[in-house]
């Protein structure tokens, strides 16, 4: 869907010799780093995932080059920032529907369905990740449409500052009050649903990007005259910068606040996977595979992210992806700060422009109606289907009336002149620029960028920025046959993609998410047919399939055989998972002790303590393994190994071992070696 524009464009291009395009050395270094992604599936241990991811990258490269073809004038400019705040409009009711009504029936179904909840995910009331998760539903962590809090604090502070942006203008403009009061009016349920994020960089970057702005508005002139230099200055700056991070946490083993000393313990681990992968990186999207290998025993976490964006561009894809991310950074930061406006308009815009309005609308409603919304899903009988659409619809059509509000609000020019605003808008210009700079900023210690979502909103961003600060192509030489040639591979590589890929593997989801839902009704033998056609109908092998699959068949505790099988298929297609070998072996021991593959329980065991060397959990099973094999010699390493380990970890660590558990495994030491 995001490569559709760019399609439409080039088919214009196709028919109209006159429409010029623009491809600029920003647009080539993220279409590159997006194939690079790509191409990464051949050497990742997750190939499902690079694929997946990396076609997500592909798509926000190509949306960033098409969005600097369709936003080249003012007008255009201003309805991009009121997409912005139709967007923001809605996180922020969505985020107060979550809080309002949808926390509290969480919260409900956690109480009732805990044991199912357990079964299900292969947990214990006392082990970890049930601990985080019931923790994160008490707490009522707002994450509105993202995955984590820090990403709906980043999203929420980039939007924010060009709606403000956006009043500013307004204000600049001494348009009647009511309209930059209204945009101002956003600003209340935006910050009511960061507050409930609890991320302490969302309360600063606003700030600081509305003194960008400023900077930038009243300073812009006379930066512009020695641009080179102050670009050239800015840029040692955030060398030196990082460098000076670099050291502290070198020195002194931890930087300026806990948050922060947890992510240099992070960045620490990462370092080690980036020396051992240095040329292409262990593949997108597989970080948190590699790290678990190299982590300190200190960092309890078992990230998948880095939390850092560039971290995680040269672990994941090596120092030819780093480098172009660097070099796409550095160029984009360039482009976007040209000193080029777009010329004044000749003309006033008709009332097109107010359908244009409309139209943006409504179909990004339709759009997410139909992609969020599953209307063949199965409910229990107790639960009427017909409720729960009609309750998913009615929800989108009051964002839908939002953001027919907020677009009109942000881009109407009065009361009196009913046409999109087409008057130069420096403030706004000035936002959106301090506006990427906050989300890259927020990307240095999260990982915002690579959440789909905020991932193609900021390439949309870029794009215009592009498209407004180039020069003009007016009277350039014209490639007519090169414009046609490049628009049939475009169209002909998106069918490919489209029939080959996207559409098998939405397939493949739908079969799983539809395997989900038997698995919690109970029937647990068409949960396990269904991830067998998804696993057998994806384009790339899914690990995950395999390991749902074998997950159900242990829930109902039969068929060894397909158990085991699943297991097996789940480690074949990602090695470098160490909870699959930690399952298998765990099931394998659940066997009557005739039955049991001795010599493959111990290499499982082995290999996923290789793979996960501070993991004090997978020590002790292996310890009890051998234990219970008859091997106490090896059983107590394992035990004191484990015990050691705890001692490393914070003593506020919520997987540090209790005192009791503690005292329980000396006693088992002692006993062994006595």
């Not at 760019?6 to 623009?22: F, K, Q, S």
């Not at 798509?59 to 705040?85: D, K």
Request: proline fraction near 4%.
């Amino acid at each position: 869907l995001c490569c559709i524009p760019a399609i439409l464009v080039l088919i214009r291009r196709g028919l109209d010799r006159t429409y010029i395009l623009r491809l600029t050395p920003a647009h080539v270094l993220i279409l590159a780093l997006g194939l690079w992604a790509f191409a990464s599936t051949a050497w990742a241990a997750d190939r499902f995932s690079a694929a997946v991811l990396g076609f997500h990258l592909i798509s926000a490269g190509v949306m960033c080059w098409a969005a600097s073809q369709l936003v080249r004038s003012w007008q255009r400019l201003r309805i991009l920032g009121g997409a912005c705040a139709a967007i923001l409009i809605v996180i922020a009711a969505q985020g107060i529907y979550y809080r309002l009504d949808e926390l509290p029936e969480n919260r409900r179904y956690l109480e009732e369905n805990k044991q199912r909840i357990l079964a299900e995910r292969g947990w214990t009331e006392d082990s970890f990740g049930w601990r985080q998760f019931s923790r994160k539903v008490e707490r009522g962590e707002m994450v509105s449409f993202y995955t984590s809090p820090n990403t709906t604090a980043a999203m929420i502070a980039t939007l924010a500052l060009v709606v403000a942006a956006l009043a500013v203008q307004r204000i600049w403009d001494r348009d009647e009050w009511g309209w930059p009061a209204a945009l101002l009016l956003i600003l209340l349920p935006a910050g009511y649903v960061m507050f409930f994020t609890g991320s302490r960089a969302g309360y600063l970057t606003p700030l600081l990007g509305a003194l960008l702005m400023y900077l930038g508005f009243r300073f812009g002139g006379r930066i512009a005259s020695r641009r080179l230099a102050a670009f050239l200055l800015l840029l040692v700056a955030g060398i030196l910068a990082a460098a000076a991070v670099v050291a502290h946490g070198a020195y002194h083993g931890s930087l300026f606040h806990d948050s922060l000393t947890f992510r240099w313990k992070y960045w620490v681990g990462s370092a080690r996977v980036f020396v051992e992968h240095w040329l292409a990186g262990v593949g997108y999207g597989n970080f948190g595979l590699f790290y678990l290998t190299h982590r300190l025993p200190e960092a309890a976490e078992e990230i998948k992210d880095p939390h850092n964006l560039l971290v995680r561009a040269f672990v994941e894809l090596g120092i030819v992806g780093g480098a172009l991310m660097v070099g796409w950074l550095i160029r984009l930061g360039w482009e976007t700060t040209s000193p080029i406006v777009p010329a004044a308009p000749t003309k006033r815009a008709g009332a097109a422009g107010i359908g244009l309005i409309l139209g943006i609308a409504l179909l990004a409603m339709i759009v997410n109606a139909a992609a969020s919304i599953d209307f063949s899903i199965s409910l229990p009988a107790s639960q009427d289907k017909s409720a729960y659409i009609a309750t998913e619809l009615l929800r989108r059509t009051l964002y839908l009336g939002l953001m027919i509000l907020v677009l009109a609000v942000a881009t109407i020019r009065s009361r009196t002149q009913v046409t999109p605003d087409d008057r130069p808008a420096p403030w706004l210009l000035m936002g959106m620029i301090a506006a990427i700079a906050i989300f890259f900023l927020h990307s240095m210690i999260d990982f915002a960028f690579f959440e789909s979502g905020p991932m193609h909103v900021v390439a949309l961003l870029s794009g215009a920025l592009i498209g407004v600060r180039a020069e003009s192509v007016a009277g350039r030489r014209k490639w007519n046959r090169a414009s046609q040639a490049l628009t049939a591979v475009a169209i002909t590589a998106w069918l490919v993609a489209a029939l080959g890929f996207v559409i098998p593997l939405a397939d493949a989801e739908r079969r799983a998410q539809a395997a989900d839902e038997a698995l919690r009704r109970g029937d647990l033998r068409l949960a396990v047919e269904g991830y067998r056609a998804a696993f057998d109908n994806t384009p790339v092998s899914n690990a995950d399939y395999a390991w749902r699959a074998a997950r159900a068949l242990i829930l109902e505790n039969r068929d060894r055989a397909a158990i085991d099988l699943w297991l097996s298929l789940a480690i074949a297609t990602n090695p470098r998972h160490p909870g699959y070998r930690i399952a298998r072996a765990a099931f394998a021991m659940s066997l009557p002790a005739a039955e049991r593959n001795i010599s493959r329980i111990m290499a499982d065991y082995s290999t996923a303590i290789a793979l996960d060397p501070n993991n004090v959990p997978t020590r002790l099973a292996f310890a009890r393994a051998l234990e219970d094999s008859g091997n106490p010699r090896a059983a107590v390493e394992q035990y004191r190994a484990a015990l050691q380990l705890n001692d490393r970890l914070d003593p506020q660590e919520p997987k540090r071992l209790s005192a009791a558990e503690v005292a329980e495994i000396r006693q088992k030491i002692e006993a062994l070696e006595g």
